[in-house]
């Protein structure tokens, strides 16, 4: 309890002495600059949410034909416990994965940049 207590009171101390040990000044300047023109504006609003968008289907269409070979399988009794959990875990994760691509397309093809 008397170690606690020091080191309580060392550090209040410490952080109400210890200053800055080179000189500080209080005249800060700060530049304003206009807004700089683009060269070519297609070349700005190309964001590349077009790529997002191509994932996410590859990805639902992974998760679809996992999910169709699980269910072939299953009825032709032709795979066990462990394929069966595998390609169910395929299934969800890329079907997270194409719902997280499809935020991140629609989010950028939604926001607009604007340039000054």
Known sequence: MKKLLLLLIT???LTNVSYSSFP???DIQT????GT?????E????NNSGIYAVLSVLLLLLALI????MYIGMITFSIGGQ???NLIAVSIYSFLAAIVLGIIAIVKKTTKRRYY
């Open 11 to 13: 550090l209040t101390s």
């Open 24 to 26: 500080v000044t209080d």
């Open 31 to 34: 530049e304003i600059h206009e």
């Open 37 to 41: 023109t683009i060269q070519n504006p």
């Open 43 to 46: 070349l700005a609003r190309n």
């Open 66 to 69: 996992s999910l169709f070979s």
């Open 83 to 85: 394929e069966i959990a």
